[in-house]
């Protein structure tokens, strides 16, 4: 089983840049195809981007899509999202989340209920 932790949150102003961190630990990071999602106050629980076990293929939602980018390092167990040109919708607790996965180049982009394992969440916060 694997844990999840979140880094790189914070306050930044519109038009800013943040570069997110999910570290994995308990498990082997390669079998496992991740994501990002971010729920904003009252909202539900909402997919970012996404990207393969391999790390070979991605997909992102379309209110970040240019902007933000996913990647992952499988030898260092950890996942990344570059956000740039941040606006104050952006704004949110971002969680990553990891499932098992037998394709190496499958990217699971439905929701939430696609993933088993999830981080605490990390906040970002960005002003106008």
């Known amino acids: 089983q694997v844990q999840l932790v979140e880094s790189g949150g914070g306050l930044v102003q519109a038009g800013g840049s943040l570069r997110l961190s999910c570290a994995a630990s308990?498990?082997?990071?390669?079998?496992?195809?991740t994501g990002w999602f971010r729920q904003a106050p009252g909202k539900e629980r909402e997919f970012v981007a996404a990207?393969?076990?391999?790390?070979?293929?991605?997909y992102y939602a379309d209110s970040v899509k240019g902007r933000f980018t996913i990647s992952k390092d499988n030898a260092k167990k950890t996942m990344y999202l570059q956000m740039n040109n941040l606006k104050p919708e952006d704004t949110a607790v971002y969680y990553c989340?990891?499932?098992?996965?037998?394709?190496?180049?499958?990217?699971?982009?439905?929701?939430?209920?696609?993933?088993?394992?999830w981080g605490q969440g990390t906040q970002v916060t960005v002003s106008s």
């Open positions: 989340a990891a499932r098992s996965s037998s394709y190496a180049r499958i990217v699971y982009s439905s929701g939430p209920g696609q993933y088993v394992y």
């Open positions: 308990g498990g082997t990071f390669s079998v496992y195809a």
């Open positions: 990207i393969s076990r391999s790390g070979d293929n991605t």
